[in-house]
């Protein structure tokens, strides 16, 4: 690795109510995109675009309504043009999520179904002018689909490395979001998988949120049940990944409790939160009344208003230089950040609604302040050049370069 990864996904459903478009990534402080998400159907493995609309049609400004129809426009040729200007720049496309998760289970276990996933996954990447593919499947929940999704990921890297030796590319990326909650990683064949990937991304946070009957932090780095450091440490040792290979999660959001003592105590229910009941963007945190408290101890923040009982955990500058900091003196990968709109000190979103969990709230960007540590504490970021060349693609300009 030459460098250190900074690692965000971006949701092609942010261009609507977020009004967060391509052009806003902050591209010099990222090394990697995961483009947030494909679908795949249950009953045939096919794996397809979620939104083509976002991810292909929509004019940006500069597209022309002149050019024929048969040209890529949309998000993904707002990569293309963001990686032609910034070629450490690398674009993943991520297949799956919390929402599309269910879908894998008949398809890891079916050799058809998963030769279909694979050929038109690695279709996507050739016509799209990818760098590679992240898998997001939550999450195998026995040993039949354990070992289909060690046999998924097997046969995605064969699939890339052929694709790779037809058009003349360079290394195409293979990637998954890989699980905290040692329930979800203790059925994970990690040693059998850790040869086909280039690196895991550790969804570090959601340790706690609204499912739970207790109040607590959901990304700490060290104490209670679920940690950070637990999970790093049996990927590293019982795993035996190497620690250059594991990105460590940073939430751009946080999750509330109301009707709360803070920490540890019971709640009764979830603030409005920013687009979903509970969950604030960072960008919007914290909320007026509450003071924010740093967890020393867990390497974890909150803030809390006791006229409300609301305590909302979530990463401030504070902790995020802590985990930056951990993250180097662990040796670890980088970090991955889920996701880029959330964070603050991005520039205007044009025509956004404000209010309550909309209006930013004045703060430092989380993915500025771990790039500069790793940058100045660590050995820099991930240069590793994307590609460009895409001769066999379905769309003429991409195929030109634009």
Same mark, same amino acid.
């Given at each position: 690795?030459?460098?250190?990864?900074?690692?965000?996904?971006?949701?092609?459903?942010? *261009?609507?109510?977020?009004?967060?478009?391509?052009?806003?990534?902050?591209?010099?402080?990222?090394?990697?995109?995961?483009?947030?998400?494909?679908?795949?159907?249950?009953?045939?493995?096919?794996?397809?675009?979620? #939104?083509?609309?976002?991810?292909?049609?929509?004019?940006?400004?500069?597209?022309?309504?002149?050019?024929?129809?048969?040209?890529?426009?949309?998000?993904?040729? =707002?990569?293309?043009? !963001?990686?032609?200007?910034?070629?450490?720049?690398?674009?993943?496309?991520?297949?799956?999520?919390?929402? @599309?998760?269910?879908?894998?289970?008949?398809?890891?276990?079916?050799?058809?179904?998963?030769?279909?996933?694979?050929?038109?996954?690695?279709?996507?990447?050739?016509?799209?002018?990818?760098?590679?593919?992240?898998?997001?499947?939550? @999450?195998?929940?026995?040993?039949?689909?354990?070992?289909?999704?060690?046999?998924?990921?097997?046969?995605?890297?064969?699939?890339?490395?052929? !694709?790779?030796?037809? /058009?003349?590319?360079?290394? !195409?990326?293979?990637?998954?979001?890989?699980?905290?909650?040692?329930?979800?990683?203790?059925?994970?064949?990690?040693?059998?998988?850790?040869?086909?990937?280039?690196?895991?991304?550790?969804?570090? @946070?959601?340790?706690?949120?609204?499912?739970?009957?207790?109040?607590?932090?959901?990304?700490?780095?060290? $104490?209670?049940?679920?940690?950070?450091?637990?999970?790093?440490? @049996?990927?590293?040792?019982?795993?035996?990944?190497?620690?250059?290979?594991?990105?460590?999660? /940073?939430?751009?959001? $946080?999750?509330?409790?109301?009707?709360?003592?803070?920490?540890?105590?019971?709640?009764?229910?979830?603030? =409005?939160?920013?687009?979903?009941?509970?969950?604030? #963007?960072?960008?919007?945190?914290?909320?007026?009344?509450?003071?924010?408290?740093?967890?020393?101890?867990? *390497?974890?923040?909150?803030?809390?208003?006791?006229?409300? %009982?609301?305590? *909302?955990?979530?990463?401030?500058?504070?902790?995020?230089?802590?985990?930056?900091?951990?993250?180097?003196?662990?040796?670890?990968? %980088?970090?991955?950040?889920?996701? *880029?709109?959330?964070?603050?000190?991005?520039?205007?979103?044009?025509?956004?609604?404000?209010?309550?969990?909309?209006?930013?709230?004045?703060?430092?960007?989380?993915?500025?302040?771990?790039?500069?540590?790793?940058?100045?504490?660590?050995?820099?970021?991930?240069?590793?050049?994307?590609?460009?060349?895409?001769?066999?693609?379905?769309?003429?300009?991409?195929?030109?370069?634009?």
């Amino acid at each position: 690795m030459s460098g250190m990864r900074q690692v965000g996904y971006f949701t092609n459903w942010g *261009i609507y109510g977020r009004r967060f478009p391509p052009i806003l990534i902050p591209t010099q402080h990222l090394t990697h995109i995961l483009y947030a998400f494909a679908n795949l159907r249950a009953g045939t493995g096919e794996v397809f675009l979620s #939104d083509e609309w976002s991810d292909k049609d929509i004019h940006y400004p500069g597209d022309s309504w002149e050019e024929p129809n048969t040209n890529l426009f949309g998000n993904f040729k =707002q990569f293309a043009l !963001l990686k032609k200007h910034h070629r450490h720049l690398k674009l993943l496309l991520s297949i799956g999520g919390w929402a @599309y998760s269910a879908s894998f289970d008949p398809v890891v276990v079916n050799p058809q179904l998963r030769a279909t996933f694979v050929a038109t996954a690695v279709k996507l990447v050739e016509d799209f002018g990818l760098d590679g593919l992240d898998v997001d499947y939550e @999450y195998p929940k026995n040993d039949l689909q354990s070992q289909g999704f060690l046999e998924l990921i097997r046969e995605l890297r064969m699939a890339l490395d052929a !694709l790779e030796r037809r /058009i003349g590319v360079g290394r !195409l990326s293979l990637t998954i979001a890989a699980p905290c909650g040692s329930e979800q990683y203790k059925k994970l064949y990690l040693k059998q998988m850790d040869p086909f990937l280039d690196f895991w991304n550790l969804m570090a @946070y959601d340790y706690a949120g609204s499912w739970d009957s207790v109040a607590n932090h959901q990304a700490n780095i060290l $104490g209670l049940a679920t940690n950070t450091t637990a999970a790093v440490q @049996y990927y590293h040792e019982t795993g035996q990944i190497p620690r250059s290979k594991l990105v460590v999660g /940073i939430p751009l959001y $946080g999750r509330s409790f109301v009707a709360c003592a803070g920490p540890g105590t019971p709640f009764n229910g979830v603030g =409005q939160g920013s687009w979903e009941a509970g969950v604030y #963007d960072y960008r919007s945190l914290p909320p007026p009344g509450a003071t924010v408290y740093y967890d020393r101890e867990a *390497i974890a923040s909150y803030s809390f208003d006791p006229a409300k %009982g609301e305590m *909302i955990s979530f990463d401030d500058g504070a902790t995020a230089r802590a985990k930056a900091e951990w993250i180097v003196r662990n040796n670890l990968g %980088g970090a991955m950040y889920w996701e *880029i709109s959330g964070d603050k000190d991005l520039g205007p979103r044009e025509g956004m609604e404000g209010g309550e969990g909309k209006t930013e709230v004045p703060g430092p960007s989380l993915i500025k302040i771990v790039s500069n540590i790793f940058t100045q504490v660590g050995p820099g970021l991930d240069k590793t050049p994307n590609r460009l060349s895409y001769p066999t693609s379905k769309f003429p300009n991409l195929r030109q370069g634009f």
